[in-house]
């Protein structure tokens, strides 16, 4: 399976994640709509629903609103890699991360 690929529609869902769901962005609104048209492209150009992980889930969304805006539920890796990656980034130095979870409705229980 192309890693690219793989990192690219990860890249999609957590940031859709981070922006949609907590509205938190570690990146620009440009890098991330750079994101959303190279996955795009990806989906067209590549038939076998096999090379991409979450296919379906980013397939529907992308061509709705061509963001993760419509994304109602994300995979729960991709959840738990936006929370430690936002926290890595901006939370870390400020708080605990069983605070941080809980800041945004979750919990490590």
Do not use: W
């Not at 940031?15 to 509205?23: A, N, Q």
């Not at 980013?58 to 609103?65: F, G, M, R, S, T």
């Not at 805006?69 to 939370?91: C, D, G, N, W």
């Amino acid at each position: 399976m192309n890693v690219s690929i793989q990192q690219k529609v990860r890249q999609y869902l957590v940031h859709s994640f981070l922006y949609y769901r907590l509205d938190e962005s570690i990146i620009s609104d440009r890098h991330y709509d750079k994101i959303c048209v190279e996955v795009g492209k990806l989906i067209q150009t590549k038939s076998a629903a096999s090379l991409f992980p979450y296919y379906d889930l980013v397939k529907i969304n992308l061509y709705e609103d061509a963001s993760g805006f419509s994304v109602r539920k994300y995979p729960a890796e991709i959840v738990s890699t936006a929370m430690h990656l936002l926290y890595q980034r901006s939370y870390i130095k400020s708080m605990t991360f069983d605070t941080y979870l809980a800041r945004f409705g979750y919990s490590l229980n």
